[in-house]
């Protein structure tokens, strides 16, 4: 048996094993997979499926950014189905607090392939954005915080409504104000040219 299998074999039996610590960091570096780590995905299904909703978050988490960045995404057509699938349920289940919410919405998209948001989205945790004016290129960090935000928040985008009522439903009313915010738009505080947030992010 290789030290890696051992590894997963760990993991498997064991939601709060170290060796989830060694599995994210060899297959995933600051929401970007290693390449080849998609393999895991198969893996991930199935141990997310014998976890309890509470114990697969962190795995689903994982699981997103790896579908993600998978070369072959459709080598992985059912097993990035199920994971989605059981995200949605715990989704639905709730939580366990504010920031996992975010992460499990950001997981969802993660399996849907959205390269954007699939990656982005947990500035909504950060409480803050990195974003890039279009016109003068300069870059500076937004407030998220609606009581200390410049930015207009807006909610026409379907993504947008989706998630903002999501997170009311969830009883997380803060990320539903953030997410008007990570939707909305800006006056570049250099140059006056407004532009929307989504557009200029950065990472």
């Known amino acids: 048996m290789t030290g890696q299998q051992r590894t997963l074999d760990a ?8 060796a989830w610590d060694v599995v994210w960091n060899d297959s995933c570096d600051q929401g970007f997979a290693f390449a080849g780590s998609e393999r895991l995905l198969p893996w991930l299904a199935r141990v997310c499926t014998d976890f309890t909703p509470t114990d697969r978050e962190r795995p689903l988490v994982l699981a997103g950014f790896l579908a993600l960045d998978a070369d072959d995404r459709g080598r992985f057509t059912d097993e990035i189905t199920a994971l989605r699938l059981l995200t ?4 639905e289940f709730g939580a366990s607090d ?3 919410f975010v992460y499990l919405q950001q997981a969802v998209l993660g399996l849907d392939g959205d390269e954007t948001w699939g990656r982005s989205l947990d500035q909504l945790s950060d409480g803050e954005a990195d ?3 279009p016109c003068c290129d300069g870059e500076q960090l937004i407030s998220l915080d ?6 207009t928040p807006a ?3 379907p993504l947008a409504t989706r998630l903002h009522a999501e ?3 969830a009883g997380f009313p803060e990320v539903a104000s953030a997410v008007g915010l990570l939707f909305g738009h800006l006056d570049c505080p250099a140059c006056g040219t407004p532009f929307d947030i989504p557009s200029a992010l950065t990472r």
Do not use: E, F, I, K
């Not at 993991?11 to 170290?18: E, L, Q, T």
């Not at 949605?88 to 989704?91: E, G």
């Not at 609606?146 to 930015?151: N, Q």
């Open 11 to 18: 993991a498997a039996a064991d939601a709060r094993s170290p």
């Open 88 to 91: 949605r349920q715990n989704l």
């Open 98 to 100: 504010a920031r996992m």
């Open 131 to 133: 974003v890039a004016c």
């Open 146 to 151: 609606p009581g200390d935000s410049a930015v």
């Open 155 to 157: 909610l026409t985008a």
């Open 167 to 169: 997170s009311l439903t």
